[in-house]
């Protein structure tokens, strides 16, 4: 904790495998175990079919369609049922003990959701929140959050459509809710808004809504951490894959 904030780290983890993502998010949450070790974990997944615990599980021929589209499908166990994640989308994964925020989860995916929503005013943008988790825009979610939360560590989060394809969604029914649809960045701005654009914006809105400072993750050379800017960025190199 710095200056009576809580000290958050950002990990640029790039195009990873969601797989090796939850393996990642554990070995963060495992961190905890020695006292506060708070970490904002970013990514994009290539094509993956999620499913959360809020379902039985998904009958094996519809998951082998989805599979025969060139994704692949995981069970998570987050909240929520079946979305989507794919290049063009801002994931992440906030690991943190609310010991260090407030003790409630309620409270937590409310902080989630009004720091996209704060993202998106910078955009021009005005989203809601509905009876359903998650940010809309009007009757079209642009961002997915599902959660856990084991002894006040989360992981999991929150998934926020920048550039992705969104045909992607036409194969499911995204959270398993009827009669609605999902939107972009992009396609609310009628411009390309890429992941590496969106990043600085989310970082900001984080530290508003959760009163935090951010650190960028050490480089594997061993660097101390770089303060994290106001505006959201650093002077060292995102940790991510060419």
Not at 7 to 34: C, F
Not at 138 to 162: E, F, M, P, Q, V
Request: charged content about 15%; glycine content about 8%; hydrophobic content about 35%.
């Amino acid at each position: 904790m710095r200056g009576g904030q809580p000290l958050v780290e950002v990990v640029r983890l790039g195009l990873v495998s969601y797989q090796e993502a939850l393996r990642l998010q554990q070995v963060y949450v495992n961190r905890h175990r020695s006292g506060p070790a708070h970490a904002l974990l970013l990514c994009e997944h290539p094509p993956v079919y999620t499913t959360g615990i809020r379902h039985k599980p998904y009958p094996e021929p519809l998951l082998d369609q989805l599979r025969l589209l060139g994704a692949d499908v995981a069970r998570a166990n987050r909240g929520g049922l079946i979305t989507f994640h794919g290049p063009g989308q801002l994931v992440c994964y906030p690991v943190l003990n609310l010991c260090s925020f407030k003790k409630s989860v309620r409270w937590y995916v409310d902080q989630l959701e009004q720091t996209v929503i704060a993202l998106c005013s910078r955009f021009a943008i005005r989203a809601t929140t509905s009876p359903h988790t998650g940010v809309w825009v009007g009757d079209n979610k642009i961002c997915a959050i599902g959660i856990h939360c084991g002894r006040y560590i989360t992981s999991h989060g929150l998934a926020l459509n920048c550039c992705t394809d969104l045909s992607w969604f036409d194969h499911i029914v995204p959270c398993g809710i009827e009669g609605k649809g999902v939107t972009s960045l992009s396609a609310e701005l009628r411009r390309h808004a890429s992941v590496e654009e969106v990043v600085p914006h989310l970082l900001h809105a984080f530290t508003q809504q959760f009163n935090c400072q951010l650190t960028e993750a050490a480089q594997d050379g061993g660097e101390s951490p770089t303060p994290v800017t106001s505006a959201g960025t650093s002077a060292l190199t995102n940790l991510k894959d060419n």
